[in-house]
Every structure is written in C-alpha cells, then in structure tokens.
C-alpha cells in the first residue's frame, strides 16, 4: 500500500474548515498539519479542492442476488465510488431476500470482490420480509450485517414489529423503518393533491407515512429502543420527529436529496424517473425538511439508491416501478440545495452524509482525525456540471435529475488509504 499525501486541501472538520496537509498511512490518517513531508508518498495536490471524510450511504439498493440485471454489487460499488462514497449499506429485498446468514455473507463477500467501497448487508426484521417471523440477527450479524430492514415491504403488524426492535436491540443492531401504511397507499403512486388530481393519477397521502411513523415513535418510547425512520418526505413527519426527539425518543432519521430538491410539480411531465417511493411532496414539505436537516430533527442525508431497468421506467406511469438511481448524485445535489443555498455548512453537510450514518450504525469512519480509517473524500466546489443519467456508470439510468445544473464535482475517492476513484 502507497501512502498517499494531501496537500494544500480545505480539510473539512466537525468544527469548521481549515487548509491543511493530510498523510494517509497504512490504512490510517497518519497525520494532520502544514508542510508534512513524507518520503515515496503519492501527492496529491488539492489546493483549491476541499477534503470530507468520504461518504456513507445507509440506505442503497444494490439489487444482488436475483435482480443483476438492474444493477449488481460491482457496478453498485462503481457508482458509489464516484459519487464520493467510501462505505454502502444495501437493503435486503433482494432474491432470495437477505433473511438469513448466508445470504449476509454472500453480499459481504461480493463487496469485497468488487473492492471498491466497503459494502455492508442490512439483514430484514422478518423472514422472506413477510411480517410473520422474525429473522436470524444474531447470525446475520456474525456474517456482516450492520442493522435490520423490512424496506419495501414494512412491517405491518405492530407486535412484529415491537417483537423485532426487542430482539436487535439484543445483538446491537437497530430497526430501520420504511414507513408506510399499505391500507391507506391502497394503489397510489403520487403525492396526494392538486397535481395528482390535475394528472388523473392516484394520490398517496402523507398520513399513509405519518401513521406508521408515529407508531415507530410510540413503539421505540414505550419499549426504551433505538428505531431509525427511512427517507422522510413530510412536513407532518418532520413535525413528529422533532416532538419525539424533544422527548427524548432514541429515534434517527434520514431522508433523500429528491425530498429537499423537488416538488410534485414535476409528475406533470409523466415521466415515470420522477415516480418514488414515498412520493416526491409539496412546497412545503419540502421547506420542512430543510428546516428538519438545519435544526438536526432529521440526523442523515441517503439516496434510497433504486435502480430499474429501462423496461421498468420506459412504461405507463401505474406500471412503473418506484425509484431513482441517485448515488452519483447525491453529493453535488445536495451541495448544490443546502450549502450553496445556505441551509447547512460544509461541516453540517459532512456531518448529515457521514459523521451520523457512522455514529447511528456503529461503522469506522466518518471523521478525519488523525489515527481514524483513512476514507477520503476530494471535491472540487466550484465545478458546474450538467446531470446526464446516460452517463451514469450504475446500470440503473433512472433519475429525474437530468440536465440539471448542479456544483460540486467528485475529484477522488479513497477507501482505506487506497485510491479508488480520480475524477
């Protein structure tokens, strides 16, 4: 392993930004200061670039084993690379679903192969995530795993899911919820409202999302858990999120760059990239969130990195699939709708997209310290650049994003000293 030497770069750190030299060593930063030298080490020269501790995305969809076809752990690990993530926790609804410790252990060791970021397996809360009985945590978690999942198809009965918050709080893991009542989705694709009713398409409520939300909140206060909610979407959501916390609720939370970048308006086109799940909202929800990622309601920023096929997009908006491939996209949009435009700083935005993925579920890294795992992040801030989903290098193209301007170009990504991407 080379060692590699940072100089002249902006160096991003919890209590501010500061221009400073960086040694990685071994795996490790090594050393942090002005003028290191260091004999046979790669340079690389950021002056004029900033350095983040490389991103952690907790919530991908890498679709392996049984969906290669939309996108496989390799070309998941390419993406992720390039979109400056040095560490990615994929979701279990795969096929066979991740419910057991071999599959965990697949996923791991497919990781691994590919060699690029450090994929980490999210085991389901139930077997086959069928809501009737609870997975094996305790084995998963010995083959990998790093938390527990029903997402996509949430766990509908309540004593289930108490009876699986109880049981990963005994091996350390924590229940990250998708928070949807099926009932009341009832066949929605979109936010429910003006434009759904303009469009002729079937509104999803925001009390479909709040109802289970509240129950997660209720559940993890009357049970003293931890409980984490996926990809919030709601003005209301924020609203019940921020109350919990002010009493103290152990609960965390995420949610997506399409939920503080985009409205509803945007289903008036029909074009099916812009079909999600929860739906993209309104005005005002979409303020909310901002205010919830400002004030820390909301702990982390994720992409729900859903990639389809072409054949599941290219269709009638009902028959297509939910998602958006967002991986590569999620530093430069988010740079773009927070920083620039004055929601967060740079520290708050290293803070939300990998200090507190890697605090919530318990990972090394997220932080440039000297003796911490030397995952690193170098993006050029001032780079304008034009969204092209043609270009992504993930199989999934699906994104509504194209064409949209955005700053903040990644420049390199390095994964355990190693140099894994150069922009």
Known sequence: ???????????????????????????KIAKIGKNIRAAGAEVIDAAGLHVFPGLIDMHVHLREPGFEYKEDIASGSAAAVKGGFTQICCMPNTSPVCDNAAVAGYIAARGR?????KVHPIGSITKGEEGAQLSEMGKMKEAGIV??????????????????MEYASDFGLVCLSHCEDKSLVDGGVVNEGYNSTLAGLKGIPRAAEEVMLAREIILAETLGKRVHICHVSTKGGVQLLREAKARGVAVTAETCPHYFTLTDDIILSFDANTK????????????????GLRDGTLDCIVTDHAPHHRDEKEVEYNLAAFGISGIETSFALSYTALVRGGVLSLPQLAERMSAAPARILGLEGGELREGAVADVMIADLGKKWVIDGKQFVSKGKN?????????????????????????
């Open 1 to 27: 392993m080379t060692d590699i030497l940072i100089k002249n770069g902006a160096a991003v750190f919890a209590d501010g930004v500061r221009e400073c030299d960086i040694l990685l060593q071994g795996g």
């Open 113 to 117: 192969e590919a060699g690029l970021c």
């Open 147 to 164: 938390a527990v999942s029903d997402d996509g198809r949430p766990v509908s009965d309540a004593r289930m899911m108490r009876l699986g």
């Open 276 to 291: 999600v799940n929860p739906p993209v909202r309104e005005a005002a929800d979409v303020e909310a969130i901002k205010e």
């Open 399 to 423: 994104t509504p994003f194209t064409g949209t301007e955005v700053y903040g170009a990644v420049r390199y990504t390095v994964v355990d000293g190693e140099i894994k991407y150069r922009g």
